[in-house]
Nanobody, 114 residues
């Protein structure tokens, strides 16, 4: 399975970005999906997830600011990020939530300036 994340960029504090991640080579609708981020010098962490029946969960650090969604017809999961903070800076990846992880791919870099 190939994962292609996009939509990152440079934004000032308080700004917004919308990330997209498209999966190819899988039956996308059968998997719960997550958005993960890896900040400089830190381990990769799960920030948001969405189940096959569209239930969502968020890390406390992003709750109320980030919104995860999915479009199974496009094999794509999205992450709308609002009210961005410098601590949101990192490389963002998507992957399945359960089972053996797929190849992480390059991710997409988000940089939030103070």
């Amino acid at each position: 399975v190939q994962l292609q994340a996009s939509g990152g960029g440079f934004v000032q504090t308080g700004g917004s970005l919308k990330l997209s991640c498209t999966a190819s080579g899988s039956i996308f609708s059968l998997d719960a999906m997550g958005w993960y981020r890896q900040a400089p010098g830190r381990q990769r962490e799960l920030v948001a997830s969405i189940s096959t029946d569209y239930r969502t969960n968020y890390a406390d650090s992003v709750k109320g600011r980030f919104t995860i969604s999915r479009d199974n017809a496009k094999d794509t999961v999205y992450l709308q990020m609002d009210s961005l903070k410098p601590e949101d800076t990192g490389v963002y990846y998507c992957n399945r939530l359960y089972g053996s992880v797929w190849n992480w791919g390059q991710g997409t870099l988000v940089t939030v300036s103070s």
